[in-house]
């Protein structure tokens, strides 16, 4: 299973939006809708954004939106925060026999 | 307060052995599906194998299938993974991850994860 593809960086200045992609095939992405994406500070354990494609849970904040079309999902965070720099990982269901396949990663830099 | 601390990471020469260990706080890892997640160094996020709350379905990435075993505790609370024939490749901070319940309904998503331990396989 690849891993699937994430631009290696993105950056917004405060207030911007951004909008980072997973790109995936049928067997992962385009075949479920059961995408996810953490937000991980390095040495601190990863936080789950968003679930489902486009499910927040309890205590993130609007500012971050999920959406998919055919075997690309995408993240974006809107009003853009410097406490949003970290890096971002999106995660796909890809089956029972091997369930999960993560993202290559993208740092988001707040300039 | 829900959560979960890795340990065991260690330095260790490849073909070596090491087991990491998983212990978590605020809930019971009986209700849940659990998986350990790796990334190496400057590297996306890799799963590494999942096991069922009673562990009667258990899974490996190709990766480390026949060389990792996962196991489970729960009356410890505690999940486990035994590495054996460790390579170069296995370095890697491992996270363990607790799969989404709600109402007995599994979600496809990993919601609480660990800070992670260092295995670093070198000689």
């Known amino acids: 299973q690849s891993a699937l593809t994430q631009p290696r960086s993105v950056s917004g200045s405060p207030g911007q939006s951004v909008t980072i992609s997973c790109t995936g095939t049928s067997s992962d992405v385009g075949g479920y809708n059961y995408v996810s994406w953490y937000q991980h500070h390095p040495g601190k354990a990863p936080k789950l954004m968003l679930y489902d494609v486009s499910k927040r849970p309890s205590g993130v904040p609007d500012r971050f939106s999920g959406s998919k079309s055919d075997n690309t999902a995408s993240l974006t965070i809107s009003g853009l925060q410097a406490e949003d720099e970290a890096d971002y990982h999106c995660?796909?269901?890809?089956?029972?026999?091997?369930?999960?396949?993560f993202g290559t990663g993208t740092r988001v830099t707040v300039l | 307060e829900v959560q979960v601390v890795e340990s065991g990471g260690d330095l260790v020469q490849p073909g070596g052995s090491l087991r990491l260990s998983c212990a978590a706080s605020g809930f019971s890892i009986s209700s849940y599906n659990m998986n350990w997640v790796r990334q190496a160094p400057g590297k996306g996020l890799e799963w590494v194998s999942f096991?069922?709350?009673?562990?009667?379905?258990?899974n490996y990435a190709d990766s480390v299938k026949g060389r990792f075993t996962i196991s489970r505790d729960n009356v410890k609370n505690s999940l486990y993974l035994q590495m054996n024939s460790l390579r170069d490749e296995d370095t890697a901070v491992y996270y363990c991850?607790?799969?989404?319940?709600?109402?007995?309904?599994?979600?496809?998503?990993?919601?609480?994860w660990g800070q992670g331990t260092t295995v670093t396989v070198s000689s």
């Open positions: 991850a607790r799969q989404l319940a709600v109402a007995g309904y599994y979600y496809y998503v990993m919601d609480v």
């Open positions: 995660c796909s269901y890809a089956g029972s026999y091997n369930p999960y396949v």
């Open positions: 096991i069922t709350s009673r562990s009667s379905t258990i």
